[in-house]
């Protein structure tokens, strides 16, 4: 069965730091790229970034870019979310899904995510 479980949200202030992990389990985790997706208050999906397989590859949404980091340790069936220099904006449930091949592209599992609150 897999499983994605996310962890590590919280309260921030504006100007914090924080990382979201998601642990994975029941599939090769090192066979796929994995994704990092938010909902806001009120809002739509917007996806946040990706990372490829082996992790040599990320992508960010222009929002984020400059301030978050994706990275993922194969060895421990994990990906992350370095979320630094937080604004308001970023607060919402971060949700890690797995794509269904070696790039996101599309996902077929998701975790049942993590809120983060960015507020003083």
């Known amino acids: 069965e897999v499983q994605l479980v996310e962890s590590g949200g919280g309260l921030v202030q504006p100007g914090g730091s924080l990382r979201v992990s998601c642990a994975a389990s029941?599939?090769?985790?090192?066979?796929?790229?994995m994704s990092w997706v938010r909902q806001a208050p009120g809002k739509g999906l917007e996806w946040v970034s990706s990372?490829?397989?082996?992790?040599?590859?990320?992508n960010y949404a222009d929002s984020v870019k400059g301030r978050f980091t994706i990275s993922r340790d194969n060895a421990k069936n994990t990906l992350y979310l370095q979320m630094n220099n937080l604004k308001s904006e970023d607060t919402a449930v971060y949700y890690c899904a797995k794509a269904t091949h070696v790039v996101a592209g599309s996902y077929d599992y998701w975790g049942q995510g993590t809120q983060v609150t960015v507020s003083s």
């Open positions: 029941g599939f090769t985790f090192g066979d796929y790229a």
């Open positions: 990372i490829t397989y082996d992790g040599g590859r990320t």
